[in-house]
């Protein structure tokens, strides 16, 4: 069973709920010591005005005549309490606790004076009756509904409640300004991909935070500076290379053809194409400096596919997208490029699927059916120079580097590039970007 409530998951949603039940319970406490307070100050006070007006009352109905007793008990009346000439009706002790502080407050004003007695009425309100004798020995029953408290005021609630609202108002915009840094650096860190021009964080706010954004700022910087310096050492080794495999390469030229000259040009060739494929790939890190315009990726596929199967490779292309994207053209050519040979290479034919969603989606898949990667391998193909265990031969192993290539186009173009094994064999290579036109 799923539970009914989750904790939120955000910073944000965390401190703005704890905040804002933390008011809640503050406001309701508060007003439950405040109309707890109030209560006990009306009782306090309406057992005084018990104490002195029900005394007078009863000392100036024992003072007037018989036949004149009954047209004053209107004007003697009160909210709380009236008076009955007569015995008035049974019942039990009184046993709430409002109860017994107004039997004990009429006891303690006129109990020496007249002898009394008290008992509860039932029903669902508090209701006491006082019974007395007056001097000529006549019944007075003094009829008691004590009041628990002052009526609350109709805009009382408005006020707490718009109250409420103004602090859990305070509260979200505390809190969002709080959080705000945060949610810049994890933006800032989400930008930051291959090329590492992510926008700068601005270094002011408070303390805590302008460190942080510097330190993130100074991050930045190193790392570019890291992997300009790595680029820079891998083509500098590609063109101290390129001298000795080329004097390499004329030498051999000049042996007479055997089987080990041919081994021997197969290794610099495939020496001179690992250099390429490294410096390549750090050039991906590094960034693109090709800029995103509008083409028509339709007529790009087109355009690769003719090419393939003007050089006899079995190529076809299924489905379009029949609508423009905003992207870099060449590193997208590159990508499915890359795709494809690895089709070719491990398949023997491959096939382009190309289509957009209405949510702006476009997917391009590269498919063949060769014999697939192992499930625990699919991520694992795009890290530099990994190569499986099958294709580790000279003819079909290649650099390991063109997946990882690919991957890094890939993110440079926020695009998603994924490995998927087809049922019934074959491997689906699913590029899917963001359409922008």
Known sequence: MRPLWHWPTTLFARLALILCVGLVLAQTLSFWLTMTERDDATSHMMMNYIDREVAS?????????????????????????????????????????????????????????????????????????????????????IDIRPISGIPLSGWLPVVLVLQLAVLAACCWFAVRVATRPLHQLAKAADTLGPDLKASRLPEDGPSEVARAARAFNAMQDRIGLYMTERMQILAAISHDLQTPITRMRLRLDVIDDNAESAKLRQDLLEMENLVKEGV?????????????RRIDPDA???????????????????????????????????????????????????????????????????????????????????????????????????????????????????AVLSLHNRPGGGLEARLTLKNRG
């Open 300 to 414: 790009l596929l087109d355009s690769l596919v003719y090419d393939y199967v003007d050089a006899g490779q079995p190529v076809s292309l299924e489905g379009r997208v029949e609508t423009a994207l905003v992207t870099r053209p060449q590193a997208l050519k590159r990508i499915v490029g890359n795709l494809v040979d690895n089709a070719l290479k491990y398949g023997g034919s491959a096939e382009i699927n190309a289509h957009s969603d209405p949510g702006g989606q476009v997917t391009i898949s590269v498919l063949d059916r060769g014999p697939g990667i192992p499930p625990e391998s699919l991520e694992a193909v795009f890290e530099p120079f990994y190569r499986l265990e099958t294709s580790r031969n000279r003819h079909t192993g290649g650099t390991g580097l063109g997946l990882a290539i690919a991957r890094q186009l890939a993110l440079a173009m926020n």
């Open 57 to 141: 009352s009863v000392a100036l109905l024992d003072h007037l005549p018989p036949d004149e007793r009954a047209a004053w008990l209107p004007r003697l009346a009160r909210r709380s309490y009236g008076f009955i000439l007569g015995p008035g009706e049974p019942g039990n002790p009184p046993d709430a606790r409002l109860s017994e502080q107004v039997a004990r407050a009429i006891d303690d004003g006129i109990g020496k004076a007249y002898p009394l007695t008290v008992n509860a009425i039932p029903g669902t309100r508090e209701h006491l009756q006082v019974h007395l004798r007056l001097s000529d020995g006549s019944p007075l029953t």
């Open 280 to 292: 390549t790939y750090a050039r991906t890190l590094h960034g693109a400096a090709e800029a995103p």
